[in-house]
């Protein structure tokens, strides 16, 4: 039994394996242009909307994440941005304190805090000892 030419059956017939690579090679060439696309966009987004993480930032400026990066933050020296839960910092404050140095005098943030630990430690361990331990 054959089939005529103008029948849909014959018009529906499958592509070669030829056809088929050169199907699939438009698609990624197209998805290709499409990435390529999309990272010169995100090139040209503004330095001041990126964001780092406390890693981020704390590694960018050459200081500790746990100890003088969250007493910048917690002075109010370093403005954060919460998103989804998380601390982000933005790279222009990050930029702006390197250059001007402020992270270096987070140790001047913590001297109170410092003064009256080792004062508890002091009177703990003495009082420690006055009972024998």
Known sequence: MSFPQDTPLAQSREPTARERISLSRDAAEAILREIRSLKAQLSNVSRSKRLLSKREAAKYLGVSRGRTLDVLIAAGRLRTVRI?????????????????????????????????RDDFSHRLNRSLKQRGF
């Open 84 to 116: 989804g839960g998380r601390l982000k910092i933005p790279l222009e404050e990050v930029e702006r304190l390197a250059t001007t140095g402020e992270h270096m005098d987070a140790t001047k943030l913590r001297g109170d805090s410092t003064k009256s």
